[in-house]
């Protein structure tokens, strides 16, 4: 009996120092206790309380944990550059002084004859002539208000959303009045559109530098600084860039580390002016705002113009300084248009209702110089971009 006592005891003894702990380890590990130990792990597990146990709380009984946050930091929408204004030379139509702005130029002098004047006979008189167009300045005007309920319950700043987006159809309507009336040159002086593209080839370094040299042959001057300004479509920046034939752009420029720099960067880096193709005496600002032709000269493709305008061959009429609405360069990014919050009730809103507006008025136009030759080019040609 002694002996088996004994015995009992030190079975006892091993199955609490051993195989317990042996257990209560297989069984911290989860679902493998099954595995290795069977109903043992399980009903081991039941006793001990160890193991893996489902959370309590979920999703379902804590409906603070499914609610939406609203992002207040808008994603941007895609606005093209407007840049034509600065292709531009500006007049100003004085305050008062009626709503037509009427420009003129003296036409030279037929070339002179090599004869030489008979001694001591007065010659006949030359007579000059002066040549001149009108063009009416005209008023556009927009606006967009919001509630003042609006106003205290939006999450974003409303109010000047709305004036980002006054700014940019402002900046739009200038563009297209400019580049409308710079289309129109070609039907003034056939030349303006001569060097456009025939069926599926596209522009390339050789076609900017006929450009300038064409409105070169006509004596036309560039601007201030020495350089003609012009408007491009991104797709055909592109295709003057993928050009890798001899004496491109691209060849040109991999010769110097400089140039290769240019290559590295964006065409445009401030997305406007495209300093890679500054090339040949032009400048060339990057813009969706340019004439498409589809099925362009027999083509499915589309033809994108691209413009190179001299100075005073496109002229832009405000009031300047005097102007409603301060149009500056035409960026929509600088444009000062009216953004007012009203903190008052008035006559016309007794209760308020009304928390604010943004808009602009403007008086505008755009014309060609007051002769027969013009200071344009464009180019029309298709792209392999898209």
């Known amino acids: 009996m002694r002996n088996t006592s004994t015995a009992a005891e030190r079975g006892r003894m091993f199955f609490q120092r051993v195989i317990v702990p042996l ?10 206790s099954i595995a290795y130990l069977g109903g043992v792990g399980k009903v081991h597990a039941l006793v001990l309380g160890v193991g893996v146990s489902p959370a309590s709380n979920l999703t379902t009984n804590l409906p603070q944990s499914v609610v939406t946050q609203f ?3 808008f994603i941007q929408s895609l606005k093209g550059n407007t840049p034509w204004m600065r292709c531009t030379s500006r007049r100003q139509l004085d305050e008062n002084s009626g709503n037509k702005l009427v420009l003129y130029m003296y036409q030279n002098l037929p070339a002179p004859p090599t004869t030489t004047a008979a001694e001591g006979v007065i010659q006949t008189g030359l007579t000059v002539s002066v040549v001149q167009n009108t063009t009416t300045i005209l008023n556009f005007a927009d606006y967009m208000n919001i509630s003042t309920y609006a106003i205290q319950t939006a999450i974003d700043p409303a109010l000047e959303a709305l004036g980002v987006q006054m700014a940019y159809r402002l900046a ?4 297209i009045i400019l580049q409308n009336v710079a289309d129109g040159a070609n039907g003034v ?3 303006v559109g001569h060097l ?16 300038v040299q064409s409105l ?12 003609y300004f012009g408007v491009i479509h991104p797709f055909a920046v592109g ?5 890798s034939t001899n004496n491109s752009l691209t060849d040109v420029l991999k010769r110097t580390a400089e140039g290769n720099e240019r290559l590295k960067e964006l065409p445009a880096p401030d997305g406007d002016a495209v300093t890679v193709l500054d090339w040949g005496g032009a400048t060339f600002f990057q813009s969706t705002f340019v004439k498409a032709t589809p099925n362009y000269s027999g083509t499915t493709q589309t033809g994108l113009r691209t413009y190179l305008v001299g100075a005073e061959g496109l002229i832009s009429i405000s009031f300047g300084a005097k102007e409603n609405t301060q149009i500056g360069e035409g960026n929509w990014r600088n444009l000062n248009v009216w953004v007012r919050r009203l903190t008052e009730p008035s006559g016309y809103d007794p209760s308020r209702m009304i928390g604010g507006f943004a808009s ?6 755009g014309t060609l110089p007051p002769d027969p030759v013009q200071r344009i080019r464009y180019i029309d040609a298709v792209s392999t971009i898209s």
Do not use: H, W
């Open 239 to 243: 295709s003057i860039l993928v050009d």
């Open 172 to 175: 739009q309507v200038v563009n």
């Open 189 to 191: 002086d056939p030349l």
């Open 360 to 365: 602009y008025n403007t008086m505008f136009a």
């Open 216 to 227: 070169q042959g006509v004596n036309a001057l560039p601007f201030e600084d020495g350089r």
């Open 71 to 73: 992002d207040k930091i």
């Open 196 to 211: 456009s593209k025939v069926a599926a080839a596209t522009i390339a370094t050789t076609d900017i530098t006929a450009a």
């Open 23 to 32: 257990i209560e380890f297989v069984c911290a590990m989860g679902a493998s």
